[in-house]
């Protein structure tokens, strides 16, 4: 069971990446969208054990960016 919820979570995880276009309009060789992700410690906490970086930039993430909170 834990497995299929990674799985669901993965697959949750590209579908938002990938602009909540359907994956098989992604890989059917058609022009790849450049993308920035921004991101904070909550967020990197949830992606990072999901996702790898090369799988990242598969999904046509250029540029990943952790952003810091300040508390002043």
């Known amino acids: 069971m834990a497995s299929s919820i990674r799985k669901r979570q993965i697959d949750a995880l590209k579908h938002m990446l990938n602009l909540n276009e359907p994956m098989s309009m992604y890989s059917s060789g058609q022009e790849t969208n450049w993308k920035i992700l921004v991101?904070?410690?909550?967020?990197?906490?949830?992606?990072s054990?999901?996702?790898s970086i090369k799988e990242l930039r598969e999904l046509g993430v250029t540029l990943h960016v952790l952003v810091l909170l300040c508390k002043c």
């Open 49 to 51: 054990p999901l996702i």
């Open 39 to 47: 991101y904070d410690r909550f967020g990197q906490d949830i992606i």
